[in-house]
Every structure is written in C-alpha cells, then in structure tokens.
Antibody
C-alpha cells in the first residue's frame, strides 16, 4: 500500500523551530518529487515547498522562503521540513504529498498539526 | 505573488449541474488541477491537466480551460459531492505551486 505518514508537529512558541518528517512506503520514493502543503484551521490549502527526486530542484512559497528548508533522504524513504523563525500564521496542518506528475499529488499523508503560540 | 481566484461558494440542488471557476493569469500556459476535500479528510484529485479524469473518479466530473479561466463541472451533482474544491496550478515559471482559495459546494 502506498502510504505517507507525517510526524513532528506540536506546539511551539513564536520564533521557535520545528522539524517535520514524512515517512514513505509502498513505492519507490527516490523516483518522485515530493511536496509539503499546509492548511490553517478552517482555511484553504497552501502549497509550501517542493523537492525533486534527487534534490536538484527545490522551490518555496514566498511566505516561507528563507525560514523553511525542505530536504529528503532517499535511503531512508523520508521527507523533511525544517521550520525556523515560526510565526502565528504558520499554524496549520502540514501534509506531505507525492507528486506523480506536475500538479498531481497522490497520495497525501494524514497531516500533522503545527501550532505556533505563546 | 501569483494567485488563483475561485468563488467562495456554489450551491445546487441534487441532479443539477454545478460549475466552479478558477481564474489566473498564467492559466493560458499552465494546466489546472482540481482537488476535492471532504470534511476532515485529505484532498483527492478529481481533474488533472485541465480536463483529464483520474481512474475511479465518476464521469460526472469534467474540466475545461479557456484563456485565463478553468472550470470544474459536476453534471448531475450528488449529495455526496458536497465538499470544498480547490484548483491548483503553477506560476508562469512553473516552479511554484499555488492553490485557489477554495469553493464550498453545497448540494441540497
């Protein structure tokens, strides 16, 4: 079964840091680009970042550029998102998603909640 | 930064046709994708590359794109189609993704 499982979410103070992980199984992880998408409580989806299969191409939304770092370890079938200088507006459920072809995200993980609050 | 614009809500009666639009300056050159998200669930792709339907998605879902507007059409909407629908595309560089603000479809 193709599956993505996120972890690492939690409560963090403004200005703090958090590292999210996404464990992949059931497919050849190293063959696919991966993405992070977030959804603030009661709000819409927001694309956050993408990384190509070999980490050669990395892109960020303007809202997180310079604060977040996406990375992957193909040997461990894992995707990461290092989040620094967190702000209240970063509070959201963070999903990782496999990109089958550009724009086609499937599957998605179950999401991990990040809450930034003092 | 690049934006995709959707109507906040669309409401139809069961069996009617629902149309959800998505406008963006780069859509003449970039594909649109449509995601359905039901309450408490992860999104599911219902249309890719403007008008193609993934396997398992009912035929009543269709998509089209013309100029700066993409449209998701649900012909004969069912109660189970009630959900939030999001269009997705990329900016003109093709490097940064963007979701529309989402449209809440009510079928009752």
């Amino acid at each position: 079964e193709v599956q993505l499982v996120e972890s690492g979410g939690g409560l963090v103070k403004p200005g703090g840091s958090l590292r999210l992980s996404c464990a992949a199984s059931g497919f050849t992880f190293s063959s696919y680009s991966m993405n992070w998408v977030r959804q603030a409580p009661g709000k819409g989806l927001e694309w956050v970042s993408s990384i190509s299969s070999s980490s050669s191409y990395i892109y960020y939304a303007d809202s997180v550029k310079g604060r977040f770092t996406i990375s992957r370890d193909n040997a461990k079938n894992s995707l990461y998102l290092q989040m620094n200088s967190l702000r209240a507006e970063d509070t959201a459920v963070y999903y990782c998603a496999r990109e089958i072809v550009s724009g086609w995200f499937d599957p998605w993980g179950q999401g991990t909640l990040v809450t930034v609050s003092s | 930064s690049y934006e995709l614009t959707q109507p906040p809500s669309v409401s139809v009666s069961p069996g009617q046709t629902a149309r959800i639009t998505c406008s963006g300056d780069a859509l003449p050159k970039k594909y649109a994708y449509w995601y359905q998200q039901k309450s408490g669930q992860a999104p599911v792709l219902v249309i890719y590359e403007d008008s193609k339907r993934p396997s398992g998605i009912p035929e009543r879902f269709s998509g089209s794109s013309s100029g700066t507007m993409a449209t998701l059409t649900i012909s004969g909407a069912q109660v189970e189609d009630e959900a939030d629908y999001y269009c997705y595309s990329t900016d003109s560089s093709g490097n940064r993704g963007v979701f529309g603000g989402g449209t809440k479809l009510t079928v009752l």
